[in-house]
């Protein structure tokens, strides 16, 4: 007999520290939803901001979960969430807390629970909106312990490439990668790569919009590309190879944890490189994309640096290298009281 479990569907607004640019948007805060089961003894929580540029929203994914809520009240798996919802940030939400509950219900960790490498701290990189020049460059130079960039563009050719270039002077010894954010047109990426071939530049992100990866066909270029917005579900993956090199996965887009692990699997078998993303939250959000990032080449999770306040407790930045302590999510059974 299944024990019946409570639910709770909260939507919270977290205000950036300051306005975040890039190609087409600027975001002043993270609207997200968090869900909460419980079975009486263990809690579990998830928190998804959704996928904007899919009409992915806050009100979308309420509605979402308030369509089977009496399912996972009534004790609906991870395995039958896969096929109650589609991918996007209600899912991501919900198969969150059911790892973390799970693993608290079971009294082991969600990476052992998900047979994921025992976590240690990761390079993380670190993200500079689009802006002007010389405030990307004070920027990155702001980031003391940054040991690895990522900078926003916006596809206008000069002025992007004046952004790495300032930012290069600035940093002359970070890892750094580029977030096109589906800015470009094929005939603009030459030029392009060319100075990112210049400047150092270790991967180029997303430069193409979805819908037009068939323009990749037989364009070699030096430097990695990575599949962002053309990369949002497992389904996708196949298609990916012989036109990137690298699959942003983002438990947003994706919708949680178990398809993220599954398509890092996919990835990894078809010989791409795997990097997980953020879409802006806070450490709870993060932690499971932490555990994921053990899989991963490159790591992307610098999204509580944005809000003006993260959880408490939260994650850890030192060093360019993000760490998520066990009281944070997803670690050996609490007490319900204690969850919340």
């Known amino acids: ?6 639910l709770d569907i909260a939507v919270e607004r977290l205000p950036f520290a300051k306005p975040f640019h890039i190609s087409g948007h600027v975001f002043t805060e993270s609207a997200v939803v968090v869900v909460t089961v419980s079975d009486g003894l263990h809690t579990g929580r998830g928190e998804a901001s959704g996928v904007y540029y899919l009409g992915d929203n806050e009100a979308t994914m309420v ?4 369509a089977v809520r009496g399912d996972l009240a009534n004790g609906m798996t991870r395995a039958e969430l896969q096929q109650a919802l589609p991918a996007g940030g209600a899912r991501n939400a919900a198969d969150c807390a059911l790892w973390e509950l799970d693993a608290r219900r079971e009294g082991v960790p969600v990476w052992k629970l998900a047979g994921l ?3 240690k701290p990761l390079l993380t990189t670190f993200t500079l909106g689009a802006d002007d020049p010389s405030v990307m460059a004070e920027g990155a130079r702001a980031y003391a312990d940054a040991r690895a960039l990522k900078l926003k563009l916006t596809g206008d050719l000069d002025l992007d490439i004046a952004r790495v270039r300032a930012v290069r002077a600035a940093r002359p010894e970070c890892w750094i990668g580029v977030d ?3 800015g470009f047109k094929i005939n603009e990426l030459d030029p392009l790569i060319v100075a990112l071939v210049d400047c150092g530049i270790a991967l180029l992100e997303q ?12 364009f070699a270029s030096p430097i990695p590309i990575a599949a962002d917005e053309s990369a949002l579900t497992l389904a996708d993956v196949d298609g990916l190879v012989g036109r990137f090199q690298t699959i942003n996965i983002k438990l947003d887009k994706c919708g949680g944890l178990t398809e993220a692990i599954a398509i890092a699997r ?7 490189d795997v990097m997980v993303g953020n879409m802006v939250g806070s ?6 994309a932490w555990l994921l990032g053990q899989l991963c080449d490159v790591v992307d999770l610098d999204g509580p640096t944005f809000l003006a306040t993260d959880r408490n407790p939260g994650i850890v930045y030192s060093d360019g290298l993000i760490d998520c302590p066990e009281a944070v999510w997803g670690q050996r059974a609490l007490s319900a009281t204690a969850a919340t």
Request: aromatic share 2%; with cysteine.
């Open 1 to 6: 007999m299944v024990m019946r479990r409570s």
């Open 117 to 119: 490498p025992e976590p």
């Open 207 to 218: 430069p193409l919009a979805r819908g037009c990866e068939a323009d990749l066909d037989g």
């Open 180 to 182: 096109a954010n589906q």
């Open 283 to 288: 450490s709870w959000a993060m932690a499971p």
């Open 266 to 272: 996919r990835a990894r078998a078809l010989g791409l």
């Open 63 to 66: 509605a979402a979960l308030e």
